[in-house]
């Protein structure tokens, strides 16, 4: 547990000098394709009140990355999936069934407030839904957007090609286990009000990440250094 404090401190250091680097943290509610967004990259998002066990870190709440199979997949193009729409038929809204960041605050949502029975029903259920299903679902999709868009985040270039042991790939699964507290000694533990104590799964709920892939696994030795490099930009 000592060394997984430090590493997690190391971690944090780095994403400190990144904030530096990338002139200090975005909220998606605030960004569009126009801005200066690397082709591949890392992201992490944090979340307000979200804190580290010192009290005034923010603490990570998230990790992702995108297209680690040969894809035209870009960074910006998968934070547009968890920002949703900003025009269309449905204004504000989005499509969980393509960002499943979206579907799991969207279900942590759903038992948070009171919403319809059809919603409960229909949300996250197949990989499409038809125009009707998806209207008695655009309040819910608007709340997870307005959850979403305030969540500030940093993103890390770091342009290798795709594959599972990418760079890309490499950072972003061991940054998640590292920081995960699923089914280990917590570390960092998430707050008692944070919303993904309510969310339907219970990777989610004991990780204390808005993630499920590899919270349970450890993380690649080498990954500190392979972060730095590209923190330090000296990853190409």
């Not at 940054?175 to 989610?204: E, H, K, M, P």
Request: proline share 4%; charged share 25%.
């Amino acid at each position: 547990m000592i060394q997984r404090q430090r590493d997690q401190d190391s971690l944090y250091s780095l994403l400190a000098d990144l904030e530096s680097r990338c002139g200090g943290k975005r909220r998606l509610s605030n960004c569009d394709g126009r801005m200066d967004w690397p082709e591949r990259g890392v992201y992490f998002f944090f979340e307000n009140e979200e804190l580290r066990e010192d009290g005034a870190t923010p603490r990570v709440v998230r990790v992702g990355t995108h297209g680690l199979r040969p894809s035209r997949s870009t960074l910006w193009g998968r934070l547009r999936q968890h920002k949703g729409s900003a025009n269309g038929s449905m204004p504000g809204g989005g499509n969980h069934r393509g960002s499943i960041f979206r579907l799991h605050v969207g279900t942590a949502l759903l038992a948070t407030s009171r919403w319809p029975e059809e919603i409960h029903k229909s949300w996250g259920v197949g990989s499409n839904a038809p125009a009707e299903v998806k209207q008695r679902e655009y309040p819910l999709e608007r709340a997870v957007s307005d959850h979403i868009g305030l969540m500030p985040f940093l993103w890390l270039e770091v342009d290798d090609e795709p594959g599972s042991q990418s760079d890309r790939g490499v950072i972003e699964r061991s940054a998640i286990s590292l920081l995960s507290n699923f089914d280990r000694t917590s570390v960092d533990t998430s707050s008692g009000s944070w919303l993904g104590r309510n969310a339907d799964r219970g990777s989610v709920r004991e990780s204390g990440l808005w993630n499920v892939n590899h919270v349970q696994d450890d993380p690649s030795g080498d990954f500190l250094s392979i972060m730095e490099n590209y923190v330090h930009g000296q990853g190409d």
